[in-house]
């Protein structure tokens, strides 16, 4: 599976974006993964508050024991290159973050400076950390088509 240049041109820089699904997300991350990057998925359906997240993060990213499940120690990992190895840029993709973002705004607000304190630190090294906040997929059945009622 080839890596479409925007992608490619996308995962060259360090930052938090919302992505407009294009493509279903597992197909994203093996297109990633297959370009060398290391491509991580982090679901947060369900999720409503800080706890949660930090379980949600502790999961998909196989942070160390030693990840304390606070801010603090979530910027740590992040930014450790033992935790977070990679040969080229890192990739994290944020899926159904909205219902947290509605339960706990202030929480949410935070887990995004964390995210992008964590991607300016990657920002000027050879392995940047693009994380992308899933916007819902509107072709997946089910959805209804913009402009249009259920």
Not at 42 to 58: E, I, S, Y
Not at 102 to 124: C, F, S
């Amino acid at each position: 599976m080839s890596m479409p240049g925007d992608l490619s041109a996308l995962l060259s820089r360090s930052g938090v974006v919302h992505w407009q699904r294009d493509r279903p997300t597992a197909e994203l991350l093996a297109a990633a993964r297959d370009a060398g990057r290391r491509a991580d998925a982090l679901d947060l359906q369900g999720v409503a508050d800080k706890a949660g997240f930090m379980a949600r993060c502790a999961e998909a990213l196989k942070l160390p024991d030693w990840f304390g499940r606070n801010w603090d120690a979530l910027y740590d990992c992040l930014t450790d290159p033992d935790v977070l190895p990679a040969e080229s840029a890192r990739l994290l993709v944020i899926s159904d973050w909205q219902g947290y973002a509605a339960a706990a705004p202030g929480e949410w607000r935070t887990a995004l400076n964390v995210l992008g304190d964590a991607a300016a630190y990657w920002e000027k090294t050879d392995t940047p950390l693009l994380v992308l906040l899933a916007e819902p997929d509107v072709t997946a059945p089910g959805h209804p088509t913009p402009g249009t009622s259920g």
